[in-house]
């Protein structure tokens, strides 16, 4: 699947600035063209609003987090893999998207938490380096540190943090579309699931069993990538939070 290009607007709007003979005629015919857009967008967003579901569990099953920045056309393709239960393919995207937008996601979490810049940018440092294995255990404590300047609670203690999450879905000043890019935050997955319950399974992130020791293969790539659609997720919930 590939990243649309970004568009140009005088030939996919229909407008040709040399056309006008003076500026207020331009902007009057961009005013028309954008309430076009605008009522177009609502259309595409609540599509996208009614498939979502599907991508949103399924991603957050095996420890994945939504970065909105995907583009629309890219994660309405995966919705449909969803649909479908074809979770390979999706993980393959989501795994060449966090791979390109690891710089990206640094940079937006260092500026809006500089408390924890340093801490952030060593962790960073060490998965460029390929240091798995120290990268990850730093990033899963700054997101439960994150989570809990954001929910007063620790991200990873779900019998706390999914109640204190409700409470933010619950809130009457959310829009139904965020309030369903918030639903992440009151389902478990494998990354905060209680250890017992992946016995026997493989290829998880769980951040129980690499904190306390249990699970000594946990340095992979995927899994520090997975750390990043964590962070950039949270960024999301400071946004959406009042």
Partial sequence: MSIPTTISWPSDWGIDPDAFKSFADLM?????????????????????????????TLMVAHSWYPDFHIPIADSRALEQRAIAGDFPPIEGYLIDYFRHNAGDIKR?????????????????????????????????????????????????????????ANKLLQDGQLTDYARLLLDPLVQSGTIRDHTQTLIGKADYLNRHSILHGVDPNYGTEKNALKCFSLLSYLLLVKTLKR
């Fill in 28 to 56: 009057s015919a961009l005013t028309a063209k954008f309430s076009d857009f605008q009522q177009q967008f609502y259309q595409v967003a609540q599509q996208h609003q009614r498939d979502l579901p599907h991508l949103l």
């Fill in 108 to 164: 937006r979490t260092c500026e809006r938490f500089p408390g924890r810049a340093e801490i952030i940018s060593e962790a960073f440092a060490a998965y460029r380096d390929g240091r798995y294995i120290l990268a990850i255990p730093v990033l899963l404590a700054q997101a439960d540190g994150i989570s809990e300047e954001l929910l007063s609670k620790h991200f990873f203690l779900s019998r706390k943090s999914i109640p204190e």
